[in-house]
């Protein structure tokens, strides 16, 4: 073997290359990667030139591709097809690429309502203000959790996994008359919240002044913090208007039916003043 300092040892390659020697040898004896060299004793030499091939077959292998379509590749490789591969593989990495976005646009709304529940006072009602909000609404409810409404959840389910993929659980809405009048159960529709990455919605939650509260325990206590919620506008001169969003927060992390929080947020306006 001539100049012999221009070649490495499968072990001085690997390392170079940053892969295990016995891949080297595994991808030598079925055809994938062969040395430059190879000696009557039996030992490999490679070149640095041959990094540039391994690391292609290593990325390769990393976006997807099998070993069997590697060797059917180097079999009768061409730009086109070489182009092709790239093509399709590329557009398997975008998909991965905007599902592992979707999850972790999941998670971090997840996050994000497990934090809000951590501060959560049953009945405690404070006057917070909000920017515009996307929503996506549902079919027409009652609130009697009747075999109606159920089909109308299913329906909303289906319809926002379809749009988002993975998707946070959506909430109920109900119109601020039916609050105004005690009547807190009479339901408008499910909602669930748009995102920016999409041009779909239904409506539009308008910016401006909200009071938001949170009810600990099961729905049945909803009337009482409703009442908390009349009793504060009432004493700061207030009128609900608009309507009331509920969403449970940490249904992900309960340990009986008593924890369940349930936060409210509903549009209020300065008495007088219009809405």
């Given at each position: 073997m001539k100049n012999k300092k221009y070649y490495y040892t499968t072990g001085q390659f690997a390392k170079l290359s940053g892969i295990n020697k016995r891949t080297l040898h595994y991808y030598d004896e079925i055809g994938l990667f062969s040395p430059e060299c190879r000696e009557e004793n039996g030992y490999r030499y490679y070149t640095c030139f041959q990094t540039v091939q391994l690391e292609l077959i290593i990325t390769l292998r990393k976006i997807g591709l099998s070993i069997e379509e590697i060797l059917r590749y180097q079999q009768n490789p061409s730009g086109d097809s070489f182009a092709e591969l790239i093509a399709e593989k590329k557009s398997l990495i975008d998909k991965s690429i905007r599902e592992l976005l979707n999850?972790?646009?999941?998670?971090?709304?997840?996050?994000?309502?497990?934090?809000?529940?951590?501060?959560?006072?049953?009945?405690?009602?404070?006057l917070i203000t909000l920017p515009e909000q996307r929503l996506l609404l549902s079919g027409p409810i009652t609130?009697?959790?009747?075999?109606?409404?159920?089909?109308?959840?299913?329906?909303?389910?289906?319809?926002?996994?379809?749009?988002f993929g993975l998707y946070d659980n959506f909430g109920s809405r109900i119109a601020?008359?039916?609050?105004?009048?005690?009547?807190?159960?009479?339901?408008?529709?499910?909602?669930?919240?748009?995102?920016?990455?999409?041009?779909?919605?239904?409506?539009?939650?308008?910016?401006?002044?909200?009071?938001?509260?949170?009810?600990?325990?099961?729905?049945?206590?909803?009337?009482?913090?409703?009442?908390?919620?009349?009793?504060?506008?009432?004493?700061?001169?207030?009128?609900?208007?608009?309507?009331?969003?509920?969403?449970?927060?940490?249904?992900?992390?309960?340990?009986?039916?008593?924890?369940?929080?349930?936060?409210?947020?509903?549009g209020c306006g300065k008495k007088g003043r219009g809405l």
């Open positions: 999850t972790k646009a999941f998670l971090e709304q997840k996050s994000n309502k497990l934090s809000v529940s951590m501060g959560a006072e049953h009945g405690k009602v404070k609130g009697a959790y009747d075999d109606a409404d159920f089909a109308a959840a299913g329906d909303f389910s289906l319809r926002l996994k379809s749009i601020a008359e039916e609050i105004i009048n005690g009547r807190c159960h009479n339901y408008d529709c499910f909602f669930a919240y748009g995102r920016q990455d999409t041009e779909v919605y239904d409506a539009i939650r308008p910016a401006g002044d909200y009071l938001r509260t949170f009810c600990i325990g099961g729905w049945e206590k909803l009337e009482e913090v409703y009442g908390a919620v009349r009793q504060f506008a009432e004493e700061n001169q207030l009128e609900l208007s608009g309507y009331a969003y509920e969403e449970g927060l940490n249904e992900m992390s309960l340990r009986g039916r008593d924890d369940y929080i349930t936060m409210i947020t509903i």
